[in-house]
């Protein structure tokens, strides 16, 4: 097949860019597809990590009522998670009672899978901590 020039009328077209407008737009769109999966993937990631930090927290400040105990904390925070996102991700939540700074603290320990596609993932990837003082 010849490139060459054609006069249609008053318009030249080159026969040779017949077509190319449909794999422009295959090559874009599936460029800009990529680009909006990544987009969603990262956010994905931010909201599980979001949503692990928050249930650790808000179970070391139950757990550190003066009427609560460590295993309500360590129930706060599997019930908050399990809630959220998926039982998955609460199997190794941890609680402990360490010293920071010379105050008694209840430290409350999420270790989950890292969401690398979709919800699913490398497991224990993805570390946080929730830290509460204890009253005295």
């Given at each position: 097949m010849r490139a060459g020039r054609q006069r249609s009328g008053a318009r030249l077209?080159?026969?040779q860019d017949k077509g190319s407008a449909a794999v422009d737009f295959v090559l874009v769109g599936g460029?800009?597809?990529?680009?909006?999966?990544?987009?969603?993937q990262l956010?994905?990631?931010?909201?599980?990590?979001?949503?692990?930090?928050d249930a650790a927290g808000a179970g070391a400040r139950y757990g550190s009522l003066a009427d609560r105990s460590a295993?309500?904390?360590l129930a706060r925070a599997e019930a908050l998670i399990d809630g959220t996102l998926?039982?998955?991700?609460?199997?190794?939540?941890?609680?402990d009672e360490i010293?920071?700074?010379?105050?008694?603290?209840?430290?409350?320990?999420?270790?989950a899978p890292f969401p690398a596609l979709g919800l699913?993932?490398?497991?224990?990837?993805?570390?946080v901590e929730g830290h509460a003082p204890l009253p005295r």
């Open positions: 077209v080159l026969t460029m800009l597809a990529l680009i909006f999966v990544s987009i969603m956010a994905l990631v931010l909201h599980v990590r979001n949503t692990l930090i295993a309500d904390a998926s039982p998955a991700y609460s199997r190794d939540v941890r609680v010293n920071r700074a010379g105050l008694r603290t209840l430290r409350v320990s999420v270790k699913l993932g490398p497991a224990g990837l993805l570390e």
